[in-house]
């Protein structure tokens, strides 16, 4: 789109939804057509609601997770047990382990994963809060629930390392056949973790 078809507010809309993950300048393009054909029923609550989100959510303290309140809701809930603690890359993760409604543990956000490549060390997570929740006490275990990528097992390692002799157990999720899963649709790694993640029945 050039400077002569579009004035600058539409341009600028336009480049801020294509910094948004999965879109291009062609889809944001889209995207901006769509909300602006739509004002009343779509851009405007939009921007009221982002407006709102930005003034109000902000990062959990003590865990990471995003929310309204200090601490946030996940941290407050009683009945949770404080002596595991649960260690995920980002957010969505810890929404996707809330919504499985598996773990009644607590979490802890690190923010993504250590990368060489995208220049992420470990003062860049929070690696050094989550020690710093161990060395306080009162945690037994810390679950490794990183992705299954290199940069989220070398992340893991790394963790795994700086907590060692802290007197807490180190655990991280299986990796293997999903439920429901057909062996033939799935692929060689997946098969291999499966195997050495056996276990007795």
Not at 41 to 66: M, R, S, Y
Request: proline share 4%.
């Amino acid at each position: 789109m050039s400077q002569r078809s579009a004035g600058p507010e539409l341009l600028r809309l336009i480049d801020l939804i294509a910094k948004l993950p999965g879109l291009g300048p062609r889809s944001a393009r889209r995207v901006a057509l769509h909300l602006l054909k739509r004002n009343d029923t779509l851009l405007k609550p939009l921007a009221e609601a982002l407006a709102e989100a930005g003034a109000k959510i902000q990062k959990c303290q003590v865990c990471g997770n995003f929310d309204t309140v200090q601490p946030c809701a996940v941290c407050q809930m009683p009945g949770r047990d404080d002596g595991i603690l649960c260690v995920v890359e980002d957010v969505p993760d810890l929404w996707a382990l809330e919504r499985g409604d598996a773990f009644r543990g607590r979490y802890h956000v690190l923010g993504g994963a250590l990368s060489a490549i995208d220049g992420i060390g470990p003062e860049d997570l929070g690696i050094a809060s989550l020690v710093a929740r161990v060395e306080a006490g009162g945690v037994r275990e810390v679950i490794l629930a990183l992705n299954a990528t290199v940069d989220g097992q070398t992340t893991a390692h790394y963790v795994a390392d700086l907590l060692a002799g802290k007197g807490v157990d180190v655990t991280r999720l299986a990796h293997g056949v999903p439920v429901g899963g057909e062996l033939d649709h799935l692929d060689d790694g997946t098969l291999a973790a499966a195997l050495r993640s056996r276990r007795g029945v």
